[in-house]
């Protein structure tokens, strides 16, 4: 099962760009990356998943290095709307592993300042 | 397209009770999975459910319990409930069978207060 490390909090100012680093050294071949935000008392929503390079979309930008063992979301110009849980997660490829079908972790508190 | 339903938002129960939580797909959507979010412990996965056939499973006691109907509408069921149950649970659905790069689109919740 392909666990991931994030930093815990992280602070910003409206904005600025944010860049949030996870790590996945176990990460499969099989597996993608996918990075889901967390607003208070509401379920996760997916911002963007990618495989490896570069993803973007209307959201966020996903840099993924070529050994895949991290990743990094980017949120260009981000506003007090953004404040927020952003979680890294890998998935686990195999349909017939119990160990459970995605790893949340603990997630980064993001924190948009005025 | 409707989201994710969940009912109900809110719930208290006393320890030793059960109780059982509903969770609607998206129209259309087959996998329903649940998750368990504590202060403590974060985002936990529970179970996965596909075509009414559970597909994976967290690592949680047999208290914890789920189903799938035909119309792909899913329950989960806590026994004998505990205080460290007290939690938000979480259901999300997807499109189709369970694989890293399906998006999970995920409920309000329900928050359990066990008392």
């Known amino acids: 099962l392909a666990k991931t490390t994030q930093p815990i909090s992280m602070d910003s100012y409206e904005g600025q760009e944010v860049n949030i680093t996870c790590s996945h050294n176990n990460i499969a071949t099989n597996d993608y990356i996918t990075w889901y935000q967390q607003f208070p008392s509401q379920g996760p929503r997916f911002i963007i998943q990618?495989?490896?390079t570069k993803v973007t979309n209307e959201v966020a930008s996903l840099f993924i290095p070529a050994d895949r063992k991290s990743s990094t979301l980017s949120l260009p110009r981000v506003s007090l709307s953004d404040t927020a849980v952003y979680y890294c997660l890998v998935g686990v490829a195999d349909r017939g592993s119990t160990l459970g079908r995605l790893y949340f972790g603990r997630g980064t508190q993001l924190t948009v300042w005025p | 397209k409707a989201g994710v339903t969940q009912t109900p938002r809110y719930l208290i129960k006393t320890r030793g009770q059960q109780v059982t939580l509903s969770c609607s797909p998206i129209?259309?959507?087959?996998?329903v999975s649940w998750y368990q979010q504590t202060p403590g412990q974060g985002l936990q996965f529970l179970f996965e459910?596909?075509?009414?056939?559970?597909?994976n499973k967290g690592n949680f006691p047999g208290r914890f319990s789920g189903r799938q109907f035909s119309n792909s509408r899913s329950e989960m069921n806590v026994s004998t409930l505990e205080l460290g149950d007290s939690a938000l649970y979480l259901c999300a659905s997807s499109i189709g069978q369970p694989t890293s790069t399906d998006t999970q689109y995920f409920g309000p919740g329900t928050r359990l207060t066990v008392l």
């Open positions: 459910y596909f075509s009414e056939t559970q597909r």
């Open positions: 990618g495989y490896k």
């Open positions: 129209s259309g959507h087959r996998s």
